[in-house]
């Protein structure tokens, strides 16, 4: 089992900065894509962004290309979310997620690949 905690979400203004984070717990972090997920009220869960641990490359969705940026912590067992530049449209739960020891080659846009999720932590961005 790993648990996944989400912290850092909060209010803040149109283009105005945050920094969420994702404790994880239990059994190993490292080996583990992680991704961000955020779900709107009264609509899908939709991607944000993933961290490949093989490669430690990133991916986003376009909608937050060059505005969010993940990083990861081994040491600390956390993953991170910087949001600059957040618009009102950015409103959401934002939850992160893992996905299967040791897999490698998955579809990381799509929730289905992760197996482990976070409560969420929820973002308001005001006009």
């Known amino acids: 089992q790993v648990q996944l905690l989400e912290s850092g979400g909060g209010l803040v203004q149109a283009g105005g900065s945050l920094r969420l984070s994702c404790a994880a717990s239990?059994?190993?972090?490292?080996?583990?894509?992680m991704g961000w997920f955020r779900q709107a009220p009264g609509k899908g869960r939709e991607f944000v962004g993933a961290?490949?641990?093989?490669?430690?490359?990133?991916a986003y969705a376009d909608s937050v290309k060059g505005r969010f940026t993940i990083s990861r912590d081994n040491a600390k067992n956390t993953l991170y979310l910087q949001m600059n530049g957040l618009k009102p449209e950015d409103t959401a739960v934002y939850s992160c997620?893992?996905?299967?020891?040791?897999?490698?080659?998955?579809?990381?846009?799509?929730?289905?690949?992760?197996?482990?999720w976070g409560q969420g932590t929820q973002v308001t961005v005001s006009s």
């Open positions: 239990g059994r190993t972090f490292s080996n583990r894509d």
């Open positions: 997620a893992a996905a299967a020891s040791g897999a490698y080659g998955i579809t990381f846009n799509n929730p289905g690949e992760y197996v482990y």
């Open positions: 961290w490949m641990w093989r490669n430690g490359i990133t």
